[in-house]
């Protein structure tokens, strides 16, 4: 069994910027696609950033050229956000494929971590 962690929400004025961060533990062999997710009030969640085992990256196209997604080798994975618009605000959620060391893979969503941004 595993687990993701979120951190790095809060509140933040339009323009700005905020980090997050999301660290995976447990019974862990191997990470594969990691991703964030977010959720606005009254709408469906939606991919905001993917990243594979081998650093191949994808965006949405409304944070494309503003947000940035990266991992490390300590099974964590980082989403930098910048020049914020209100729009951006949301929970945003963690989501992972890990696999566990019988070799079976699984995919995992943290709790979410509220992003808010004012105008």
């Known amino acids: 069994q595993a687990e993701l962690e979120e951190s790095g929400g809060g509140l933040v004025q339009v323009g700005g910027s905020l980090r997050l961060s999301c660290s995976a533990s447990g019974i862990i062999l191997g990470i594969g696609r990691m991703a964030w997710y977010r959720q606005a009030p009254g709408a469906q969640r939606e991919l905001v950033a993917s990243?594979?085992?081998?650093?191949?990256t994808q965006y949405a196209d409304v944070v494309r050229g503003r947000f940035t997604i990266s991992r490390d080798n300590a099974n964590t994975v980082y989403l930098q956000m910048n020049t914020l618009k209100p729009e951006d605000t949301a929970v945003y959620y963690c989501n992972a494929d890990i696999q566990n060391h019988r070799g079976r893979t699984t995919n995992y969503w943290g709790q979410g971590t509220q992003v808010t941004v004012s105008s």
């Open positions: 990243i594979t085992w081998d650093d191949r």
